[in-house]
């Protein structure tokens, strides 16, 4: 799904459901495709989600992601999504 809002400040929040139990991964990606956070990595139930994506935090430690476009990416079994989204300051 797609984040909201989108361009965001400094917060942007991401919804996605899953039909079946599965191992989820969200990732999200600079403008070269470097990873710069991982959000969820873990197994979960059936049901839906929403996962929130801080430009100043990443991984409970204080960041500061520079305004441009990034990307993530929603794995679960054999499902894969990709997304851009827009960070301004």
Known sequence: M???PNPF???????YDLP??????IRVYDILGKEVVTLVNEYKQAG???????????????VNFS???YSYTIKAGNYEYSRRMTLLK
């Open 2 to 4: 797609q984040n909201y």
């Open 67 to 69: 305004s441009g476009i």
């Open 48 to 62: 839906r989600y929403l996962v929130s994506f801080n430009a100043r935090l990443a991984g409970g430690q204080a």
């Open 20 to 25: 079946h139990d599965n191992f989820v991964t």
């Open 9 to 15: 400040n400094p917060v942007t929040s991401i919804r």
